[in-house]
């Protein structure tokens, strides 16, 4: 099966006389129809929030465009509350959902008047000792242990990870914090991640509404909000069925008025934390064919590495990969396309049936939008690529440079040997 590119060979040859390959491009108008979907999918909810999971994507060109479709940001280090407040997202707009987190961290996410979402019951103490009080809103991440499934499929191992209060955590701590002048209360939970199932949201959210009933009753607490958090997937293969959001904001809401309505809280607003659903498949990695190896196996060798991309290498992801200009040639060849770091999982793709593929040849790598560039790093002292926004009206703009080898000497900076690396 075949998925579409947002961008053309001819458009690539004309970006790339002035970019080179790699890098990233992103599809304005994907990304806005998507932002569009999301927020008239979940309109039936007047406290309805998306706050964009930053660390998904980390480009204020990009977040810019999401706020427009009244979007916060999900923040989860310094560095990215530094960015929110630069691009002027401030206080009740910001979620600052982290874990482990630094003292330094919680001074800034309170000073920006940030919503905090506490990753465990220790830190409510911790919290308060950080700030010398604490805020009258506070959200919980729920971890309910197990396994998380979905009618017979097990979809993850909560049980397994590092996150959230337990169940009895949960109570106690919201009697704790309520005890301690708390006046409005969250409840966060993201139990799977990248579920391409319309079922994810509406089963989360009945654990989560029934906990939040329990919690309500049982300790007082007025629960202002409910955060299903990111775990949306998006259809990695061509022969995956994408998600349908309309369908997802309706099974939500009727699980609200089951379980929340009746039980007299209909007031409680529903907030997202989606970084792979907004981004992902509007961005996509171009890269150049420049080497060909035969030997044990076929190899393609293109200008991208794993630094470029780091989830083929990370977790065997598979990632789409389109020849420019040979969309409609049988894939009737089978290549290992690899990148140039020392490092034999450095593959985007292994054993993918591609067309007869030629050095010069344009590829795209579809779905590299959300955890993309942002994963990347600097191995082998590769430098990361430059990222592209197309516009709606065809026309490209830069929207982050490429670095050079003065970012990457950059730490050097107080040392002697750095006039020298960046002359
Ligand atoms: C990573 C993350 C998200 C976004 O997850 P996606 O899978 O990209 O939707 C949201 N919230 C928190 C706390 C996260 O860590």
Known sequence: MKKETFVTQKQIEEIAKTYPTPFYIYDEKGIRENALA??????????????FAVKATPNPFLINLLREYGCGCDCSSYTELLLSDAMGVKGEDIMFSSNDTPAEEYRLAAQLGATINLDDITHIP???KTL???PKTISCRYNPGGTFSLGTDIMDNPGDAKYGF???QMFEGFRILKQKGVENFGIHAFLASNTVTNEYYPTLARQLFELAVKLQRETGAHIAFINLSGGIGIPYRPDQTPNDIAVIGEEVRKVYDQVLKSAGMGDVAIYTELGRFMMGPYGALVTKVIHQKHIYKEYLGVDACAVNLMRPAM?????????????DAACDH???????LCENND??????????VDIGDYMVIHDAGAHGYSMGYNYNGKLKSAELLLHEDGTVQLIRRAETPADYFATFDCFEIYSKLVQ
């Open 132 to 134: 010398g009080y604490l």
């Open 126 to 128: 911790f919290l308060e």
């Open 38 to 51: 999301l927020k008239k999918a979940f309109s039936w909810n007047p406290g309805y929030r998306e706050f």
């Open 334 to 340: 089978v290549y290992d396309v690899t990148g140039s």
């Open 315 to 327: 977790y065997g992801a598979y990632h789409h990969i389109t020849v420019l200009g040979k969309e």
């Open 166 to 168: 337990t169940t009895e």
């Open 347 to 356: 593959k985007f793709a292994v054993d993918r049936m591609l067309p007869k």
